[in-house]
RNA sequence: GCCCUCGUAGCUCAGGGGACCAGAGCGCUUCCGUCCUAAGGAAGGCGUCGCAGGUUCGAGUCCUGCCGAGGGCACCA
């Protein structure tokens, strides 16, 4: 179409700029299928009216008839309507594919990284960070499907002196002492205590911080273990101190944009509020740590581009590192910065809010253990990350459709069993048959899978698959309430039975694509 | 004071500049039970899309300002 509307409507001088979009999906299913609206972008520079430039386009469009109906609508749309044979003809297709039904080559193999969780193994992960660690996981798994190479990195902030303030902070709790100025105090510290005394080690022992980190982190993997989440790569911020660093100050100075003033050494933004990159004692910010890793990333590793997931309490971050890419002369394009915002806890009629800053609120584990990872991932991507979010435990818990999540599970569950009794069933699939309104309902909504994964990996929102899925699960509800599967008609149990395996993959896909299980029976 | 995110139905939230786009779920009021799991389905009411301008053939959607909520603006992490 793009390179057809020129010869068939006669260019201009100038020619215009045509938008990047031509063919879009309608909003409105009277309207058909797909809609055009070239005529009316077209119609201002052409100086025509866009009901005559729709007219000429429609006339020139070569589709199959068996494929779908064109249409010219006021006040200069192109529409498309799908036929019916060929809906139903899609459902062997679907089955056909199956697991890889909604799997797309549109990232071509380009390596990209996410980078996500990455919080500091001074403390056991919060329910907040479950949120990012969700929200990562499924960007990453979103990337895979549409063909990308992706790097699950987790990045350990392993320098300075939180971990010596950790270590005197257990040390403190072994001897019944207050935490120290600025230490650590949470409960946990007593497990970890009570750990390490069990190993006969004393709170002279040196390297209580390291000990406790080690605790920390194997509590850490384990979270994660349970929520379905591995990272293919840790990266210790030691590692930028080899050199790296060096080398990329040496690059900042060599433009002119680090300058030293009161005994630190600060990075030139270029506006009147400059930034330190090594504090008046010597040690890095984590501005400049940021810096490094991110020039490692783009430049050393060869990824063309990357996520960070960050909590909310990060964003003043993303301007200046930007700033210090483009900088460098790395498009700051290629780095997305997903901002997860708040999660606060709803239970009953009390409402705890955590924040991460203040380290108190609700642990990942103890969410876990209530509710399950199931209910934990569902629930988190039921909501835009970088909107605040409030999580329902009661809900989350609730066995009925009233939850999400079991609406979603149980609507696989129904198909699964319904596959099972019809499993002897020995008739012909007449697909043809398939032309109640619940049936060609849930063949469109089957079909726009590959385009919502698409569309996910593209914007980087797994908010998408959540709210599709219910969108699918939803209308399979409807199905199964009116169109009874097994029947004596062979034929129509054929064809309805195919419906429900294609159904079934598209769900399990969707399911899987999130982490969420899928189980045939409830 | 500056920056970021958000502001849509009683509640929780979707809405890639398009035409019934004003939506979904929950909650509320009803209805559906020989029969594949009623852990379901059907019907109904619910709104000046925070406010005011602007851009556009067309604006919850983009821009500006204001108001409100939350979060950032450390030689903290």
């Not at 329910?127 to 990195?153: C, K, M, N, P, T």
């Not at 253990?369 to 605040?388: I, K, M, N």
């Not at 012909?428 to 063949?443: C, G, K, M, P």
């Not at 294609?502 to 999130?514: F, H, K, Q, Y």
């Amino acid at each position: 179409m793009r390179e057809a509307a020129p010869s068939i409507i006669g260019w201009p001088d100038p020619a215009p700029v045509l938008p990047a979009v031509i063919v879009e999906r309608t909003q409105n299913p009277t309207h058909g299928d797909y809609s055009v609206t070239l005529p009316l972008k077209l119609a201002k520079p052409l100086r025509r009216s866009p009901m005559a430039i729709a007219s000429e386009l429609a006339a020139a469009m070569r589709l199959p008839s068996s494929f779908a109906r064109i249409a010219v609508a006021a006040p200069g749309f192109i529409n498309v309507t799908l036929e019916r044979g060929w809906l139903q003809s899609q459902v062997d297709f679907v089955v056909s594919v199956g697991e890889g039904w909604g799997r797309s080559d549109l990232g071509q193999g380009v390596p990209v990284q996410v980078e996500f969780v990455s919080a500091n193994p001074t403390g056991p992960l919060l329910f907040s960070h479950g949120r990012g660690a969700v929200v990562g996981d499924v960007a990453a798994r979103i990337l895979e499907a549409s063909g990308f190479a992706v790097q699950r990195e987790y990045y350990i902030n392993d320098k300075g002196k939180q971990i010596r303030l950790f270590g005197e902070s257990i040390r403190a709790r072994m001897l019944g002492e207050p935490a120290p100025e600025g230490g650590y105090s949470g409960a946990y510290l007593s497990d970890i205590a009570a750990v390490l005394e069990d190993n006969a080690l004393s709170a002279s022992a040196p390297n209580l911080g390291e000990l406790g980190v080690e605790w920390v982190q194997e509590r850490i993997w384990d979270d994660l273990k349970r929520l379905g989440i591995r990272h293919d790569q840790v990266f210790l911020e030691s590692s930028l101190y080899g050199g790296w660093d060096e080398d990329t100050m040496k690059r900042l100075t060599g433009l002119g944009r680090v300058v030293e003033k009161d005994g630190a050494i600060w990075f030139r933004t270029g506006t009147e509020k400059d930034e330190v990159l090594f504090k008046r004692d010597g040690y890095p910010t984590y501005f400049a740590s940021d810096i490094f890793y991110h020039r490692d990333k783009f430049e050393r590793r060869g990824f063309q581009r990357v996520i960070d997931v960050w909590g909310a309490d990060h964003q003043g971050q993303v301007g200046r590192l930007k700033e210090a890419l483009r900088v460098l002369d790395i498009d700051p394009a290629r780095l997305t910065v997903l901002m997860v915002q708040l999660v606060s806890v709803k239970r009953g009629a009390e409402t705890v809010r955590m924040s991460r800053r203040a380290g108190v609120g609700v642990s990942l584990r103890e969410m876990l253990d209530e509710v399950g990872p199931d209910a934990v991932r569902y629930f988190f991507l039921l909501r835009s990350a970088d909107a605040q979010m409030e999580f329902d435990v009661e809900l989350a818990k609730t066995q009925s459709g009233d939850n999400p999540l079991y609406y979603a599970q149980y609507a696989h569950a129904r198909l699964a069993n319904v596959l099972v009794l019809g499993a002897g069933s020995t008739g012909v699939a007449a697909l043809d048959r398939l032309d109640s309104e619940w049936e060609l309902d849930l063949i469109r909504i089957i079909l726009r899978w590959p385009d919502i994964v698409k569309e996910a990996a593209q914007a980087i929102e797994p908010h998408r698959l959540a709210f599709y899925t219910d969108e699918v699960a939803a209308s399979v509800h409807r199905f199964y309430k009116n169109c009874r599967v097994v029947t004596d008609d062979l034929t129509l149990t054929a064809a309805r039975l195919q419906l429900a395996r294609a159904a079934r993959i598209t769900l399990a896909n969707a399911l899987g694509m999130m982490g969420v299980a899928a189980p045939d029976r409830m």
